[in-house]
């Protein structure tokens, strides 16, 4: 889109990420050089074990590279501390996983005021944030069930709504799809597709399924820890 | 933010209110078994030491007849009025020495009887006995010397014959002789045997012997030493005393036995408080059972909650936060589970104590520490675990089925 026009909010330089040491040694990432910027919405794609996942926790700031350089908005983040990445998470992301990973026998406002606790805010505050950001995914009435009261589709909006209601830059779904059926997938994607529209959240989305992919802006492929391509998508909406 | 982990703990103990049940239980009967069961010894010591009080100061149990395996006492030959004359006259420093001679009588008033022990002896049974009388008067030196039947009746017997009456003045049979009652003991209760030391009727010795027993023998003496005196002097003297009177040989074991009740008080004690020691040893185990048993809820809740942790690692909770509210979680069900142990065990010694007719006796350091072990297991056994699992990678704790 408006590549080299804006300051990559996100830029890997040589990025590699190593598991085990010797012999047993895996390459997951082998010296990846990718720059996303504000706005985009991102897919990645990739067949299992092409380091997809692995790009994605480093991106997260759960995982921190074995060598090269993450730059997040221009800042080289180095090798941060724990709870310095910890801090990014929560000041600047926002993640929505394929298991939804809603917090069991806990009511979808309580999840989604979770954030905003570890954040500080107080009570009333979080209360009318996270009833906000329930609105804005669709779930004005779910607001007291707890995930067991909830479809899978309802669950993941739930989980969607705990992502935003922080007002993340970035927001990271890995498979946000995955456990959910064709026509629920294709609302899913419709909320997190408007989400990047109309509020201009970076979006980055792990996933195989051509169809979820078309939703995105751009579609960048990963075989065997390297980007083997990184392309527009021409059928994007 | 502490108020704030305080809430979150609260939060996810209700959520998991099976699992917080469980462990809190652990806690409720380790802390509830301890106290009670000490409670109850302590009640028990307390009780003993009570009646030993009351057996009189200074007592010596004189009896014919050896005690123990092996030693017969029956055949040994019973004491008479002058065995009882020459203890009064020739050892020294005594205050009192009363015979008794005992039998088991039907005693009648009206339409009511009773079977109740007579004891027959004289006015210094009141001195060792350490024994006063609510109503009435003690025996007059006429009435001992002349074998007038009179009686003296303990609580029980009165309770039985007379109900609410009061029974001084009247006269009630005693097997088949008339006897009018002039005084009335002071209630005693049990003793730590469980007998009912106030199922008793007091007679003077003579009339008991000619008029019941139809012989004059005397099956026991109390003696009372002198607060001064040494108890170990005098038993050696009424034993050097009574095997000349009974002209035993050198060597010849005795056939008698003087026991001093302070000695027997000593042994008692020692006993009771043993059984004290055992009873808190057996709930020190139910305790560590506790300990346990919490140690594996709370090993178990923290690998189930895995994924919660990672969860909240992920979404930008700090581990010194998620540390903070598993420490919290811990730390209150461990307070409240003590406490609910504290209520639990008191409730229980309340009871029993009750029951037993023993006296409550709290004893705080043992709640002090059944609470703090208590207290001590569920957070170490609540924190540590977390801690390592706190320590994961995000990524780790959330793939944790």
Redesign the interface.
């Known amino acids: 889109m408006q590549e080299g026009s804006k300051p990559p909010i996100i830029e890997f330089r040589g990025v590699t990420k190593v598991y085990g040491t010797g012999h047993a040694a895996v390459h997951a990432l082998a010296g990846v050089d990718l720059a996303i910027a504000e706005g985009e919405f991102v897919a990645i794609m990739g067949p299992s074990g092409s380091g997809k996942s692995t790009a994605m926790n480093l991106i997260g700031c759960l995982d921190k590279p074995s060598a090269g350089d993450y730059l997040f908005k221009g800042v080289s983040l180095g090798q941060l501390s724990r709870d310095q990445r910890t801090m990014l998470r929560r000041h600047f992301l926002g993640f929505v996983f394929q298991g939804f990973n809603l917090l069991p026998r806990t009511t979808a406002v309580e999840n989604v005021e979770l954030p905003l606790i570890y954040r500080g805010l107080p009570q009333a505050e979080r209360r009318a944030m996270a009833m906000t950001a329930l609105r804005r995914v669709g779930l004005e009435g779910r607001e007291h069930h707890t995930s067991a009261e909830l479809s899978g589709g309802q669950q993941q909006r739930v989980a969607i709504a705990r992502a935003i209601v922080t007002d993340p830059v970035v927001l990271l779904a890995d498979e946000p799809t995955g456990n959910l059926d064709t026509k629920t997938s294709r609302e899913i994607m419709e909320l997190v597709s408007s989400l990047n529209r109309e509020q201009g959240i970076t979006v980055i989305m792990v996933t195989h399924e051509n169809d979820i992919a078309a939703y995105a802006g751009r579609i960048v492929r990963f075989v065997d820890g390297k980007v083997e391509s990184d392309a527009p998508d021409r059928e994007a909406a | ?1 502490l108020f ?1 982990a305080v809430k ?1 703990a609260l ?1 996810a103990i209700q ?2 209110a099976l699992r917080s049940f469980l462990t809190v239980l652990g806690i409720v009967i380790g802390v509830g078994a301890v106290i009670a069961m000490v409670t109850i010894g302590r009640g028990t010591t307390a009780k003993v030491s009570a009646d030993l009080a009351q057996l009189g100061s200074n007592l010596l149990f004189v009896r014919p007849g050896q005690f123990g395996p092996g030693r017969a006492s029956t055949d040994a030959k019973p004491f008479n009025t002058r065995d009882v004359e020459a203890i009064r006259s020739q050892v020294p420093g005594l205050r009192a020495v009363a015979p008794v001679a005992q039998k088991s009588f039907t005693v009648i008033y009206g339409a009511e009887n009773r079977q109740t022990a007579v004891n027959g002896t004289d006015n210094d049974y009141f001195v060792t006995q350490d024994w006063t009388l609510t109503g009435g008067r003690q025996f007059l030196d006429g009435e001992i010397r002349s074998g007038r039947a009179v009686c003296v009746l303990g609580e029980t017997v009165r309770d039985k014959l007379f109900g609410r009456g009061d029974p001084v003045g009247r006269n009630i049979r005693v097997k088949n002789v008339s006897c009018e009652v002039i005084g009335l003991l002071r209630p005693k209760g049990q003793s730590s045997t469980g007998a009912d030391l106030d199922d008793v009727v007091l007679m003077p010795l003579r009339v008991y012997h000619r008029r019941l027993a139809g012989n004059t023998d005397i099956g026991s003496i109390n003696v009372s030493a002198r607060d001064d005196v040494d108890t170990a002097k005098v038993q050696a003297d009424i034993e050097r005393l009574l095997r000349e009177r009974r002209n035993m040989l050198a060597g010849q074991i005795d056939d008698f036995s003087v026991r001093d009740m302070k000695q027997l008080a000593e042994t008692t004690m020692a006993t009771t408080q043993m059984l004290t020691a055992l009873l808190g040893a057996v709930a020190a185990v139910s305790l560590l059972v506790g300990g346990i048993g919490i140690m594996n809820i709370m090993l178990v809740s923290v690998t189930e909650r895995t ?2 942790i ?12 998620v540390l903070a509210q598993f420490l919290v979680e811990a730390v209150v069900l461990s307070l409240f589970g003590g406490l609910a142990g504290i209520l639990l065990g008191l409730g229980l010694a309340w009871l029993a104590t009750g029951g037993l007719r023993v006296p409550f006796v709290l004893d705080t350091p043992i709640i002090l520490i059944a609470f703090g072990f208590s207290a001590l297991v569920g957070v170490v056994f609540g924190y540590f675990p977390a801690r390592r699992v706190a320590h994961l ?3 780790e704790a ?1 793939r944790h089925e």
Not at chain 2, 312 to 319: M, V
């Open positions: 933010m704030e979150l939060q959520r998991n994924r919660e990672g969860i909240r690692l992920a979404i930008g909770a700090l581990e010194s936060q990678d995000p990524i959330l």
